[in-house]
């Protein structure tokens, strides 16, 4: 099975601050990679996929980067509304796999 | 604007079948683009994939669950299910279903999440 670490488990930051968060694959995964956020009592909402790709709706503050093993997602300029979890999933290979999540708190 | 609504009984005994399902709206549950999946999150924790059910009627399981789960659809109620047997305390999550989009490998819209617990 493919193991996916995000890093870091927690980040506290303001609004308006520039938030990154890393996931890394154990074996390389060309792009297939997706970004989820998730706030507290809520499903996952798919932000970004193929690593890059916005889905439609997203703001544009959020940007995916990323092949191979290492990926990061920045939100450029946090917004009350981001404060969530969020997951990477690898597409590369079955079973499918998430991260464990990094939870975005209110600094 | 595909929707999916979730039901099912919140509450399984040990050694049960955990059943539930989840109705598509705003499209067809047979739509040759259209695949089903169920991820399951336990309290506190992490998401877990489950499996996916493909258009063509085949299907895909995490391999850790696999002896014990079935995927299925039923295309007059536009709705898929989920059965997982022989549960235990280590089942109980939330459980939510998914369109899945094989192209890409990502899983949208999701439905609003069954808290199953599994409890004497």
């Known amino acids: 099975d493919i193991q996916m670490a995000q890093s870091p488990s927690s980040v506290s930051a303001s609004v308006g601050d520039r938030v990154t968060i890393t996931c890394r694959a154990s074996q390389g995964i060309s792009t297939w990679l997706a970004w989820y956020q998730q706030k507290a009592g809520k499903a996952p909402k798919l932000l970004i996929y193929v690593a890059s790709i916005l889905q439609s709706g997203v703001p544009s503050r959020f940007s995916g980067s990323g092949s191979g093993t290492d990926f990061t997602l920045t939100i450029s300029s946090l917004q009350p509304e981001d404060f969530a979890t969020y997951y990477c999933q690898q597409a590369n290979s079955f079973p499918l796999t998430f991260g464990g999540g990094t939870k975005v708190e209110i600094k | 604007q595909l929707q999916l609504q979730q039901s099912g009984p919140g509450l399984v005994k040990p050694s049960e079948t955990l059943s539930l399902t989840c109705t598509v709206s705003g499209g067809s549950i047979t739509s040759t683009t259209n695949h089903w999946g169920w991820i399951r999150q336990p309290p506190g924790e992490g998401l877990d994939w489950i499996g996916i059910?493909?258009?063509?009627?085949?299907?895909n399981y995490n391999p850790s669950l696999k002896s014990r789960v079935t995927i299925a659809v039923d295309t007059s109620k536009n709705q898929f299910s989920l059965k997982l047997r022989s549960v235990t305390a280590a089942d109980t999550a939330v459980y939510y279903c998914a369109q899945y989009d094989t192209s890409s490998g990502w899983f949208d819209p999701w439905g609003q999440g069954t808290l199953v617990t599994v409890s004497s």
């Open positions: 059910f493909y258009n063509g009627g085949s299907t």
